[in-house]
């Protein structure tokens, strides 16, 4: 037994070895073998193989690479030192044997052995691969398993089996009778073979169009039945595609499903009558690659050498082709005999393998790898035929680590590999050990989970700063790491770590800021290990601001304020208010949710209130609203009592307790003077003395509070008691006296509950003797007579209707006693105007509609009336009616971009109110920047600014010659279109209407000419022209290739003899170039003064001779030096294509002055320096040598030069052509990279990739990068977007230089190879390239290198693996002459070595995303977008790239900023576009500088508006960034106010500016007497109101005064102290989302606000002077400074987007207007006060000249505030994104009523269907929300119905009741008592 073991455990021993070997064969003991024999397949044909050296002696090795299945071996022979080598050119699935031997002198080792198989391609490989070996020819006699008989149809009887599928072409090209001898010919084919189930088997497949499976090669198992089948088959028809049928052939007819045996030769068949109409070369490769060999029948018109393509090697025996079908079967017997040949050998061939595998050791099969987890494995086995001892399973990591091994007993068939990586590929081995040798490897490969990680995270319980976490558990987890941060602007701040143990699944995060996201992500910890991240993101609550704000208790001084509380753990509140238009505010800090009350308010006054919780974390959001303070109260119950014959008692109640003083008038009603006393504001009662007897008087009283608002008057009318007088008669009898009685009436004498057709009037009899009374009225107007009812003397009130509105009337009310009238008392009242609505608003504006909304008025109305009309264009004035329960409305069906005067009535029984009256303005549907580009002879073409809600354009071209038209409708995404075959010479009209769904934009215009026919020159006298003579060309020169331009000065300065000088220095220059045209150097010539001349294109010469003597012909110009102007035409006119540019090589300008420029040239130069040009700059005499420098490029000492004078050009010529032509011989020209001029080539500008031109690339769309404002381009499938390689690389690639790609991969992106980026040449053969793997997840470099051989590097790390996950990213491959690096988002992630690459062909094209599997350059490619691609001549550009693009990596602090992004505050600021339309007005601004005093004109008429300027460009979108509107800033103190400054020097005319709004009323001043004319004194401090003097005695009516003559201008006001600013800290604290929200909600109420000052009803209209001419339009000024910053705000809540446009910087101040002229009229006569009117607060003017001194008047009140303009605005529309459209919500509301217009008002647009339940926004339908309710159609205002909404006269109605009846009076009594008091109340 010990022997037995003991020769066990050798043999064991030696089959361990043997293992590590790989493979052992007989020990040769002279030389030792090589061992550890590996594989690597490097690609599609080649493979490494590496070895361990042997031991001992030896000088080189030879290798043996030997196809198992046929095929010629290749030998090596290798020197010692290698122990790698690459064999190329192998075949596609096809399996080799490899054996190493070492040779020492001429004895060589046993064998290294081992085998391998080749992947599939379907790619037919490069040219120089190993063909297949040919078979050779076998002849009849040769043929020893083939017999045949003479005279009969040949049969194969070899033993051999096969898998036959013939492929006929069904076509219709073939017909009917034809397909039945395809049918005879197949049942010859057929009958030759012996079929059977387990023998020859035949399927057949027929293909036209498409191909099909007529039946398997197991569907039929005998001849009979396949020559049935034959015999049946239909025939198709259709085209011809032989390419897809091959394919479809391998797909379905040779598969084991189909019946497909392996291990049995596999033949294939075709049968076609003509040439394919798709590809067949790729798809016949597939078929020969997977070991099916073909043969080609063609018949007719068949290609041979599509034949030859198609058919297996040799074409000899594989491609038959006859001329016609009835003589198909010449051939049967060569084709029958030849494929039994074929089948034999075939057959032969594979025993042959199979033979050789039985001699070797069996290796176990079937691996199976199951029970898989992070950590471990399970391996299985069908066990190795034998005696097996052991089982060695041998596994490691296909990424890293060393090979590591597990053994088991040969009983054993299953092993477990643990202590594994997670998520690693794992290689296995697993080799049966026998007792002498080992078998080959049963390989396979398996990965590793990962690491199980936690699942479900769920974040809840959000507060404003805490949230919980909880997830569910991970198995076997040690512990979990939670990491969370804030994401503040899209980065992620400093994160924070949290580790809890594996028992805890729910925490809570504290500390935490309110209103932010959070990113929480959770790892499940496996030692040092973590698993994949759970990540989530939650957004903490804002700090919860007050709710419900509500207003109560609003009386004219003060409010009373209540909300809600929002949150317990608000520590207090901050209510802060503010008069809407001014910037005083107040404050009040309370610690409750307290109601409390706003005090010391004004009357009449819109106040503004934020209320915020204050929170430990800082203050909530404010809750705003807004509230008007009431009018002043009157006196309340006036009423005079104790009436004697000189006195009586006037008493009221106090209206309230703030009331400062009492005014009260005394008038008699005969006439005579009035009195006017003034009394504190306690006081409540007066006796009214010295009164005449028996006179009626009218006391009228008013109150006048501390800010001076003063009440409207109440009256009482009271008449003193008449002088009783006793007489006795002087007679002898003595008589009782006679004593006249006086009756006491009524008293009390009320009148209240006014409406505007009503009055209601109440009294108290004083005695009870009355019967009746006599109750009579009339208006004050005294339009109408008076009117009067009889009241029963029960009766004491009485109701008066009808009445005009808005009408005073005086009431008289008489007791009827039985013996007569008493005495009647007096009252006046006047009934409610027919108030209007008020607060128009505007909003939801669209194209062609907009909504207006606005607040009921008091009354009570019938309804409203509105109309609407537009202000500029032509067309009728409509309108419409709606009910009085609505107060918001659509209007529909208007022009675009068009403003509309809208007015609403209210509509009350008696008439119709005053007009609320505003504007609205639709959105502009139209093109910009329209314009014209490449006029020639008979076409032109119209570019312009696309609308990016424009679904197509409705481009129209009319000649103005013949008015001929052509039109065309372009999709929405065109920019440009061109016209044809116009005529010559012809101005034409082009009109571009913009399209949206049905809606169609006003036309905007422009006209051009087309160019005249060119008039030939006279030919010029022959005459003898000396041989030129051309300069040499220079050796420097001899490779130079650029665009080059020369701009040259001709300016006066210059002179005809100095020119000349030029001329020579540009003859010598330009002829030191070594070739020129397109192939050379393009050279152009601009001459400038005042404007560029170009003197010939780039493209004009292409012979230098000819080039030369144009030189010469060039003419002294003349002029002043504009060379920034002449820098722009070059680049702008000079340097296109269309002049002939060139891309990819250097461009070149020198300009040559000797001047100082008059314009600026700066600007222009750092542009085109940042775009790639290379400027030189030579000046001559007096030329700026700052100015030389500023234009050149840096270094200056080899761009600038400066020569004395012209004669000094020779000392500079040298230098400059070395320089100009060492620029243009470089490889790599300058471009602008990223953000910085490189040498290299821009990529996406080369390949059209840019939006000016991409939408020429077919198979290209534009669309949003990795930030909204950054263009990308999507590649799609077969795009294959190419340019030929001499236009980009035209010398080629340099040896070192970086590729930079940033690109997303979609998810239509194939899964196979394809190229990002690749260089072929003629032949479409790959030259240098990287290629993306999205299967394998790896990027490959290749390139030939300095040998011309082919080199590949392959980058497969997991860092390079991201890429492929559907995000933006950047790569960089540099490339140097010994490595390639990788950096992935400006990581570096891997390096490899490489040889020095070669240079590459420029004969063949450049491709995009081109499919690795493409034969050719238009086969197919990939789909991906591709944003940025550049080639940069260094390699260190890498190093230095910021990955600014990718929102993840982007540093605000070191990134420039965005382009086109949309900001709140612009920063940056660009160059001024071209003056833009005038907007709309905007919030008032701070008071201006004091200007100059200039004298007073007289007044003029008011001129005629001008025209609207064009429309100017949009200027560059700026950074995002973020705004939050700050807390109001306290006010300054006043300055003292300065004295006038001396006058300044006249400025610079600026651009006419917008009208400014009325300013604020000034205070009041004390009333004082008028002096003598004096000169203007400096202003005094504003006093405080004084109380009113005593009344002076009555003067007598003076005449009326000479007109006095016009005041002079008085100063400018001083400028208003500045608000404060908000910090900057502060704004970025606040989310990013409250500029939306200021933008959404805030302004929208700003803007009701504005545009609804309510007026003051006791103010007075002033009547404004006659306007003046419109004066002379100023030129232009340059833009100035911005404004310092105006009064912040509170936060507010959203308001609605603001029309679209850019704040700009206000102009310089502009030139003093020329005076006005006019004639002043005379004086009118001074009427009674009026009521309350709008008046504007004029400038100050000097004193006029003194007048009569009157008696004391009545303290004038204030005039209304003028109302401010609509808020400014920031467009949130680009915030969402680039060219993404939306913006506008559509309404929810169903009752909001929608009024069309009638369709014929404009025929441009269609009316809305009211059926149809859709409107459309876009592309997609939604439910209609504008339902139509049965309002009336709007109508045209007849020319007899006023727009103004005049009041008609009311049809008058008697009303009688019971002891009432109705009189009339003549009103001749009252005419002159009622005028004067109607002329005081009007």
């Not at 086969?1419 to 993840?1448: H, M, N, V, W």
């Not at 602090?1453 to 965005?1458: I, Q, R, T, V």
């Amino acid at each position: 037994m010990q022997v037995f073991g003991h020769g066990i455990g050798t043999w064991l021993l030696v089959g361990f070895v043997a293992v590590t070997f790989d493979f052992i064969s007989e020990a040769q003991a002279q030389v030792a073998s090589p061992t550890r024999l590996k594989f690597s397949i490097m690609s599609q044909d080649s493979v490494k193989i590496t070895w361990k050296p042997p031991r001992g002696r030896f000088h080189e090795y030879r290798l043996t690479v030997t196809p198992v299945v046929g095929g010629k071996p290749q030998k090596l022979s290798i020197r010692k030192g290698e122990t790698a080598v690459v064999v190329e050119g192998l075949l596609p699935n096809q399996e080799y044997m490899v054996q190493l031997f070492a040779i020492n002198n001429k004895k060589e080792s046993a064998p290294a052995q081992g085998r391998f198989t080749m992947r599939a391609s379907r790619s037919r490989g490069r040219q120089g691969s190993p063909s297949q070996t040919k078979p050779k020819k076998v002849s009849d006699s040769q043929a020893g398993n083939t017999t045949t008989d003479e005279g009969s149809q040949f049969m194969c009887e070899s033993p051999a089996i096969a898998d036959i599928v013939v492929l006929v072409d069904g076509s219709w090209s073939i017909g009917r009778l034809n397909f039945q001898l395809v049918r005879l010919f197949l049942e010859n084919l057929v009958s030759a073979f012996n079929v059977d189930s387990d023998k020859t088997r035949i399927g057949l497949a027929q293909y036209s169009g498409d191909p099909r499976v007529e039946w398997n090669l197991n569907q039929h198992s005998t001849k009979e039945a396949v020559l049935d089948a034959v015999k049946n088959l239909p025939y198709k028809g259709g085209n011809t595609l032989t390419g897809l049928a091959l394919t479809f052939i391998l797909e379905n007819s040779f598969k084991p499903e189909a019946g497909s045996r392996a291990g049995v030769p596999k033949i294939g068949i075709l049968i076609t009558d003509g040439k394919s109409q798709d590809d067949v070369f790729s798809s016949a490769e597939s078929l020969r690659d997977a070991g099916i060999e073909l043969f080609a029948i063609g018949v007719k018109n068949a290609d041979v050498n599509e034949l030859k393509a198609i058919a297996s090697e040799p074409d000899e025996t594989h491609v038959y082709n006859v001329a016609d079908f009835n003589i198909m079967n010449t051939i049967i017997e060569s084709l029958t005999k030849t494929v039994c040949t074929r089948v034999e050998e075939q057959d032969k061939g594979i025993k042959e393998a199979s033979g050789r595998k039985s001699l070797e050791p069996a290796a176990p099969s079937n691996l199976v790898v199951t029970d898989v987890t992070a950590r471990s494995f399970r391996v299985s086995w069908s066990h190795a035929p034998g005696n097996v001892e052991k089982y060695r399973v041998v596994y490691y990591s296909t990424t890293a680590g060393q090979p590591e091994e597990v053994v088991v007993d040969g009983i054993e068939s299953t092993a477990v590999l643990q202590n594994l990586m997670s998520l690693t590929e794992y290689q296995i081995a697993v080799f049966a050990i026998y007792t002498k040798a080992a078998s080959e490897a049963l390989r396979g490969t398996a990965t590793t989970l990962a690491l199980p990680a936690a699942a479900d995270l769920d974040i809840y319980d959000v507060t404003h700063n805490s949230m919980r976490v909880k997830w569910e558990a991970a198995e076997a987890a040690s512990e979990y790491m939670i990491l969370y941060a804030a994401l503040t602007g899209g980065d992620t701040a400093d994160e924070k770590e949290v580790k809890v143990d594996n028992s805890v699944t729910d925490i809570e995060l504290e500390r935490l800021s309110p209103n932010t996201e959070y990113t929480v992500t959770v790892y499940a910890m496996y030692g040092e290990e973590a698993s994949d991240p759970l990540t989530g993101q939650e957004t903490t609550l804002p700090l919860t601001p007050p709710q419900n704000l509500q207003f109560s208790e609003i009386t004219h001084s003060m409010g009373r304020v209540s909300w809600e509380a929002g949150s317990r753990k608000a520590l207090g509140y901050r209510v802060m208010y503010v008069k809407t238009d001014t910037t005083a505010m107040g404050m009040v800090e309370v610690e409750d949710a307290t109601p409390i009350f706003l005090t010391n308010l004004t009357s009449l006054t819109e106040y503004t209130v934020a209320v915020l919780a204050i929170y430990d974390e800082g203050q909530s959001a404010p809750l705003t609203g807004s509230f008007t303070t009431r009018n002043v109260p009157q006196p309340l119950s006036l009423r005079i009592s104790d009436v004697f014959e000189e006195e009586f008692r006037v008493s009221w109640n106090h209206a309230a307790d703030d009331v400062t003083l009492y005014r009260l008038a005394c008038t008699p009603l005969s006439g005579e003077e009035a009195k006017e006393f003034v009394f504190s504001g306690a006081t409540d009662t007066v006796v009214l003395d010295h009164l005449l007897p028996g006179t009626e008087y009218e006391v009228s009283l008013s109150a006048i509070y501390s800010d001076e608002a003063e009440s409207e008057v109440v009256t009482a009318l009271e008449t003193t008691l008449q002088r009783i007088i006793t007489t006795t008669p002087a007679t002898t009898t003595t008589l009782r006296p006679t004593t006249v009685v006086i009756r006491s009436g009524i008293r009390n004498l009320v009148l209240d509950d006014e409406t505007t057709f009503s009055l209601h009037v109440s009294w108290e009899p004083a005695d009870a003797f009355i019967t009746q009374y006599r109750v009579s009225y009339v208006s004050l107007k005294g339009d109408r007579a008076e009117e009067g009812v009889m009241v029963p003397g029960r009766q004491n009130d009485l109701l008066l209707q009808p009445l005009l509105s808005d009408t005073s009337y005086r009431i008289t009310v008489t007791p009827i006693y039985s013996d007569g009238e008493g005495s009647g008392r007096a009252v006046t009242g006047k009934t409610l105007a027919l108030s209007g609505p008020i607060n128009l608003h505007v909003s939801e504006e669209w194209y062609n509609r907009f909504r207006i909304r606005w607040d009921a008025p008091p009354s009570p109305t019938m309804g409203y009336r509105v109309v609407y009309t537009s202000a500029s264009a032509p067309g009728p004035t409509l309108d419409t009616f709606v009910g009085d329960d609505v107060n918001t409305m659509f209007i529909l069906n208007l022009l675009s971009g068009t403003e509309y005067i809208v007015k609403v009535f209210a509509t009350y029984p008696t008439g119709s109110s005053e007009p609320l009256t505003g504007r609205a303005k639709t959105l502009y549907l139209g093109v910009t920047n329209l314009a014209t580009e490449d006029v020639r002879m008979t076409s032109m073409c119209a570019r312009w600014q696309f609308h990016r809600h424009a679904t197509s354009y409705r481009v129209v071209i009319e000649s103005l010659r013949d008015g001929k038209k052509e039109e065309v409708i372009v999709n929405g995404g065109t920019s440009r279109h061109c016209f044809y075959d116009l005529i010559p010479n012809t101005k034409h009209r082009i009109s571009v209407y913009t399209q949206l769904q049905e809606m169609e934009g006003l036309a905007v215009n422009i006209l051009e000419a087309t160019v005249p026919v060119p008039t030939e020159p006279p030919t010029p006298p022959p005459t003898t022209v000396p041989p030129p003579t051309i300069p040499p060309a220079r050796e420097v020169c001899k490779t130079a290739k650029a665009n080059l331009v020369f701009l040259v000065d001709g300016s006066w300065s210059i002179g005809d003899e100095n020119f000349d000088k030029i001329i020579g220095f540009l003859y010598n220059t330009i002829g030191a170039l070594y070739k020129i045209g397109p192939d050379g150097t393009q050279v152009a010539i601009i001459q400038f003064s005042d404007d560029p001349r170009t003197e010939f294109q780039l493209n004009s010469y292409n012979d230098k001779e000819i080039l030369l003597n144009a030189v010469e012909r060039i003419r002294y110009k003349g002029g002043n030096t504009k060379t920034g102007r002449a820098i722009k035409h070059a680049k702008d006119s000079v340097f296109t294509v269309e002049a002939g540019l060139q891309r990819g090589i250097p461009n070149v300008l020198v300009v040559i002055t000797d001047g100082r420029s008059q314009d600026d040239v700066v600007k222009t130069s750092q542009e085109m320096q940042l775009e790639g040009f290379t400027i030189f700059a030579v000046g001559v005499a007096d030329a700026d040598y700052a100015e030389l420098m500023n234009i050149a490029n840096k270094p200056s000492n080899r761009h600038a030069f400066f020569v004395d004078d012209f004669d000094a050009f020779k000392k500079i010529e040298d230098e400059l052509v070395t320089f100009v032509c060492e620029t243009a011989s470089a490889t790599c020209p300058l471009a602008l990279i990223g953000d910085s001029s490189l040498a290299g080539f821009k990529m996406m500008e080369m390949f059209g990739l840019v939006e000016k031109e991409y939408a020429s690339v077919e198979g290209v769309s534009l669309e949003s990068g990795s930030f909204n404002s950054f263009p990308c381009f999507r590649l799609h499938k077969n795009a294959l977007v190419s340019q030929p390689t001499r236009n980009v690389h035209p010398e080629g690639l340099p040896s070192d230089y970086t590729v930079t790609f940033l690109f997303r991969l979609l998810s239509d992106t194939p899964q196979e190879p394809f190229a990002l980026w690749e260089v072929l040449n003629k032949q479409s053969e790959p030259l240098v390239g990287v290629i993306l793997d999205n299967g394998r997840k790896a990027l490959t470099y290749f390139n030939y290198d300095y040998k011309d051989e082919f080199q590949t590097v392959t980058f497969d790390d997991p860092e390079v693996k991201k890429i492929f996950y559907g995000s933006f990213h950047k790569v960089h491959v540099v490339i140097t002459k010994t490595h390639a690096r990788l950096v992935v988002d400006c990581k570096q992630v891997g390096e490899k070595s490489i040889n020095a690459a070669g240079n590459i062909s420029t004969t063949g094209l450049e491709v995009l995303g081109r499919m690795v599997r493409s034969r050719s350059p238009r086969d197919s490619s990939a789909s991906f977008q591709l944003q940025g691609f550049d080639i940069s001549c260094s390699t260190s550009y890498a190093s230095r790239d910021k990955c600014c693009e990718l929102p993840a990596l982007r540093d605000e602090a070191n990134c420039p900023a965005l382009p086109h992004a949309c900001t709140c505050s612009q920063d940056s600021k660009g160059p001024p576009g071209p003056l833009g339309p005038p907007g709309n007005a905007g919030l008032r601004g701070q008071r201006g500088v004091r200007g100059e005093q200039g004298p007073r004109g007289p007044d003029g008429q008011r001129g005629v508006i001008g025209l609207p300027g064009p429309q100017g460009q949009p200027g560059p979108q700026g950074p995002s960034g973020q705004s939050i509107q700050g807390l109001p800033g306290s006010a300054g103190e006043k300055g003292e106010k300065g004295q006038s400054g001396p006058a300044g020097h006249q400025g610079l005319s600026g651009p006419r500016g917008l009208s400014g709004r009325d300013g604020p009323p000034g205070q009041r001043g004390s009333v004082g007497k008028d002096g003598p004319s004096g000169l203007p004194g400096s202003p005094g401090p504003m006093g405080s109101p004084g109380v009113p003097g005593s009344p002076g005695a009555a003067g007598s009516p003076g005449s009326q005064g000479h007109i006095g003559p016009p005041g002079a201008q008085g100063l400018k006001g001083e400028r208003g102290p500045r608000g404060d600013v908000q910090s900057q800290s502060t704004v970025h604290d606040i989310a990013q989302q409250v500029c939306e929200q200021l933008i959404q909600s805030h302004l929208s109420r700003y803007n009701s606000i504005l545009n609804s000052i309510p007026s003051n009803s006791v103010q007075v209209r002033a009547v404004p002077g006659p306007p003046g001419d419109t004066g002379r339009d100023g030129t232009a000024g340059p833009a100035g400074e911005p404004g310092p910053q105006g009064r912040p705000g509170f936060p507010g809540t959203p308001g609605i987007p603001g029309r679209p446009g850019e704040r700009g910087s206000p102009g310089e101040k502009g030139e003093r207007g020329s005076t006005g002229f006019g004639k002043q009229g005379p004086r009118g006569t001074p009427g009674t006060p009026g009521p309350q009117g709008e008046g504007r607060s004029g400038s100050q003017g000097p004193p006029g000249p003194p007048g009569r001194q009157g008696s004391l008047g009545r303290t004038g009140s204030s005039g209304p505030r003028g109302q401010p303009g609509p808020s400014g605005y920031c467009d949130p529309s680009s915030c969402a994104g680039y060219n993404v459209g939306g913006g506008y919500n559509d309404p929810t509301n169903q009752d909001i009523p929608v009024v069309q217009l009638t369709p014929r008002s404009y025929q441009t647009y269609d009316p809305y269907d009211e059926q149809d339940p859709y409107v459309y926004h876009g592309p997609y339908p939604y439910p209609n929300p504008y339902s139509q309710p049965s309002y009336p159609e709007p109508h045209s205002v007849e020319p007899d119905h006023p727009f103004d909404g005049e009041e008609e006269e009311s049809e008058e109605v008697e009303i009688r009741s019971p002891g009432i009846r109705r009189f009339a009076r003549s009103i001749s009594k009252w005419r002159r008592t009622s005028s004067s008091t109607a002329k005081k109340n009007q």
